[in-house]
């Protein structure tokens, strides 16, 4: 079992920054792929990044790259969600989540473990 708990939601004007955090506990944290999702009210949810499992390497939703940064530390089981330049479109309830079967997974299907989310509000 894994336990995730995201932070660093809130509401920042267009073009501003925030940082997501995700805080995992459990299993050992290196041997999971980590995503991060989003999901605006009345859509589904969706890929925006992940860093795979051992390597780290990054892949990006074509709607975010460029502007935000998906990273993990290994040592302190967390990984991290620097988003740039944002816009209201960007503004949904984002989750990380545990891939514990690696493959560089795009669908939430992939992903056993969620957090509860953290609410991402972007004004114009």
């Known amino acids: 079992q894994v336990q995730l708990v995201e932070s660093g939601g809130g509401l920042v004007q267009a073009g501003g920054s925030l940082r997501l955090s995700c805080a995992a506990s459990g299993r050992t944290f290196i041997n999971f792929d980590m995503g991060w999702f989003r999901q605006a009210p009345g859509k589904e949810r969706e890929f925006v990044a992940l860093?795979?499992?051992?390597?780290?390497?990054?892949y990006y939703a074509d709607s975010v790259k460029g502007r935000f940064t998906v990273s993990r530390d290994n040592a302190k089981n967390t990984a991290s969600l620097q988003m740039n330049s944002l816009k209201p479109e960007d503004t949904a309830v984002y989750y990380c989540?545990?891939?514990?079967?690696?493959?560089?997974?795009?669908?939430?299907?992939?992903?056993?473990?969620w957090g509860q989310g953290t609410q991402v509000t972007v004004s114009s």
């Open positions: 989540a545990a891939n514990p079967s690696g493959g560089s997974a795009y669908s939430p299907r992939a992903y056993d473990y």
């Open positions: 860093t795979t499992r051992r390597s780290g390497t990054t």
